[in-house]
């Protein structure tokens, strides 16, 4: 009888042991899964911006394209303000089948600062001699790509209200970069002549 009564606490013992050597309690899974929310919501700013900055160069080069078929109909017209006429809808027109949204008369961009929704395209201002085109409102992380890649195209750029290159000059890089250290988003301003 003794023996019976040493095997089943061996037993007991074994299942015991066996119950606590593997696995993990609810508190430690609860611990795991609210560190893994936390990085989660730190990284997601991150890869927004990453995002946008991937996506960048795309929409600088429909934009440059877009601004040459704009510079090449403006070339045809033999006066001193080949641009008179040319709409936002007329951009938007150019932009169709692009990176860019374009709905009717409007075009659209998603590489703007977080939390905001699309940001319009804009031509602005009265066209004339020149033609400039805003971009509403670009992710910090993809205002650089937007403006390296544009250089070439606009005779002159502002960011907000800083004039980052001017006719006949290259820009600074310096410039450009702290132009473009706006969080809520910047605005870029194309002349083109």
Known sequence: MQNMINITRRTRKSIRCKNNEGGF???ELMIVAAIIAILAVLAVPV?????????????????????????????TVATATPYTGVTTATLASALKDTAFSVSGAAATHSIQATGLAPQAVAVTGTPGA??????????????MPMLTQMVRVAESIKVGTTPVKVAGA?????????????????DIEYTIQ
């Open 170 to 186: 290259q820009p600074a890089i310096a410039t450009l970069q702290s132009a473009c250290a706006v969080p809520a988003g910047a």
């Open 25 to 27: 309690t609810f508190i």
């Open 130 to 143: 020149n033609l400039v085109i805003t971009v509403s409102k670009v992710h910090e992380k993809a205002c």
């Open 47 to 75: 890869l927004q911006g990453l995002y946008r900055e991937y996506r960048a160069p795309y929409f600088a080069r429909d934009l440059a394209r877009a601004v040459n078929t704009l510079q090449g109909a403006a070339n």
